[in-house]
T-cell receptor, first 110, second 113 residues
Framework: QKEVEQDPGPLSVPEGAIVSLNCTYS??????FMWYRQYSRKGPELLMY????GNKEDGRFTAQVDKSSKYISLFIRDSQPSDSATYLC??????????FGTGTRLQVFP | SAVISQKPSRDICQRGTSLTIQCQVD?????MFWYRQQPGQSLTLIAT?????????ESGFVIDKFPISRPNLTFSTLTVSNMSPEDSSIYLC??????????FGPGTRLTVT
């Protein structure tokens, strides 16, 4: 079993839809959770960073962490074609390395 | 946030040669990393670049193949040695500035023929 599981997609939604992206993990020591967005032929861009449990909102993006279920989510409201990218979750227990999910490819069509 | 640049952005190299990739961060950072990303796949950590000491390599990666330098807190290099077509990939530099926020460079797209 991988430490971090993420559905690879692709996920195809119409413009304006609410998108839900998810990751599950097995290591209960994980405390730091990140979401990255990666456009084709570009490096990953840090989108959201959350420490421990709870929600964090930034514009159209909301990150949720449920440590009891070992489950994290990224919600995108009012999705736009410019949100079409691969979304990677990543997490860490502390000062050690990040563990990445495989990424979910999202397509938002007009 | 830290801004990271990499050189070269892409290269096509002959089998058996070596390529050195440079990574520059616009501010002093505590940790720097090198990743590899195969087409359509996620990121694989090659090593942690330690300032003033030998890099820490992940399982499956060795110093002879991927020598790394980090002479100061803003700069690192990764060399891909004795290249084969299997080394064709995107190589990404990454840096962690404060707490756990980690940023990535734009990547170096390497093709080995």
């Amino acid at each position: 079993q991988k430490e971090v599981e993420q559905d690879p997609g692709p996920l195809s939604v119409p413009e304006g839809a609410i998108v839900s992206l998810n990751c599950t993990y097995s290591n209960s020591a994980f405390q730091y959770f990140m979401w990255y967005r990666q456009y084709s032929r570009k490096g990953p861009e840090l989108l959201m960073y959350t420490y421990s449990s709870g929600n964090k909102e930034d514009g159209r993006f909301t990150a949720q962490v449920d440590k009891s279920s070992k489950y994290i989510s990224l919600f995108i409201r009012d999705s736009q074609p410019s949100d079409s990218a691969t979304y990677l979750c990543a997490m860490s227990a502390g000062t050690d390395k990040l563990i990445f999910g495989t990424g979910t490819r999202l397509q938002v069509f007009p | 946030s830290a801004v990271i640049s990499q050189k070269p952005s892409r290269d096509i190299c002959q089998r058996g040669t070596s390529l050195t990739i440079q990574c520059q961060v616009d501010s002093q950072v505590t940790m720097m990393f090198w990743y590899r990303q195969q087409p359509g796949q996620s990121l694989t950590l090659i090593a942690t670049a330690n300032q003033g000491s030998e890099a820490t390599y992940e399982s499956g990666f060795v110093i002879d193949k991927f020598p790394i330098s980090r002479p100061n807190l803003t700069f690192s290099t990764l060399t891909v040695s004795n290249m084969s077509p299997e080394d064709s990939s995107i190589y990404l530099c990454s840096a962690r500035d404060r707490v756990m926020e980690q940023y990535f460079g734009p990547g170096t797209r390497l093709t080995v023929t």
